[in-house]
């Protein structure tokens, strides 16, 4: 069996995953919508993820700490990143594998687009375009890295570890006050919904056809960035009428089919 899970708010993680689904013939699987089941992992395995904060998303590391390992053959880690192409990532994930007795055989970092709302103005569609192509030949060289099986650890920056940890502490830290920092334009909402099925946690519920945060955000900014009419801002850069979604990937494939999905509450 040979099985890629993947976390993606705007859709940079699950391109790479489709690629190496097709370039390496795995099955490609939503983490989010596995989260709450008795996940067993076997024979050849993959994390795709995007880097947040200078380490991984906490949907990511929560599933890692709760699936069950069978018989693990190969396991490797690619992150997807904006400009810094480093962190912190794939020493975390180590860390909770080793408690669960497993070897990390390969990981790598693979450039996509900044969609980082808060720090970041988006790309337009062909810039993005433009980006994403640039990384053709390092998803090449990682399809057959993968498809050959290869053994291969990312070097981290030592040196820089400490402050990174820092960096990622405090945003850890931050998500217990982050949804606060949505705001919406209800002139501009047109009560698609879109925000809610989205969201990769289940962090958004719907009155009266609005969406309301609760406490559990991910900070992916799915909600934000895929919002059809841009009534969702979050701050920063998000001041700007650009938003983005990677532009390979149909909003269709980014809403999550997650069970208890909330309804509109009146």
């Not at 969609?115 to 192509?133: C, G, R």
């Amino acid at each position: 069996m040979k099985t890629i899970y993947y976390f993606s708010g705007t859709g940079n993680s699950l391109y790479l995953g489709k690629i190496l689904k097709k370039n390496c013939s795995y099955n490609l699987v939503n983490l989010s919508a596995v989260i709450d089941e008795e996940v067993i992992l076997e024979g050849d395995i993959g994390i795709i993820f995007p880097i947040y904060a200078m380490g991984i998303p906490k949907i990511v590391e929560e599933f890692l700490k709760k699936v069950k390992i069978g018989k693990i053959d190969y396991f490797f880690a690619v992150a997807t990143c904006g400009g810094s192409g480093y962190g912190i990532p794939f020493n975390q994930i180590k860390n909770i594998l080793n408690e669960k007795n497993i070897k990390l055989d390969y990981t790598n970092y693979c450039h996509m687009p900044d969609n980082y709302l808060k720090l970041f103005k988006p790309l337009s569609t062909e810039e993005a375009k433009k980006d994403i192509n640039s990384s053709k030949e390092k998803i090449d060289v990682i399809s057959k890295h993968i498809l050959n099986k290869k053994s291969f650890i990312t070097k981290e920056k030592v040196f820089l570890y400490l402050g990174f940890l820092l960096i990622y502490k405090f945003w850890r830290y931050g998500l217990k006050k982050v949804s606060k920092s949505f705001k919406l334009n209800e002139k501009r909402c047109i009560s698609c919904g879109i925000c809610m099925e989205v969201c990769p946690v289940n962090n958004i519920d719907l009155v009266e056809g609005k969406p309301i945060w609760n406490n559990n955000c991910e900070e992916c900014l799915a909600c934000a960035n895929l919002c059809p009419t841009i009534a969702i801002s979050c701050g920063g850069k998000s001041k700007y009428d650009l938003r983005y979604k990677n532009p390979y990937i149909d909003i269709k494939e980014l809403k999550n089919n997650l069970k208890g999905r909330k309804n509109d509450k009146v």
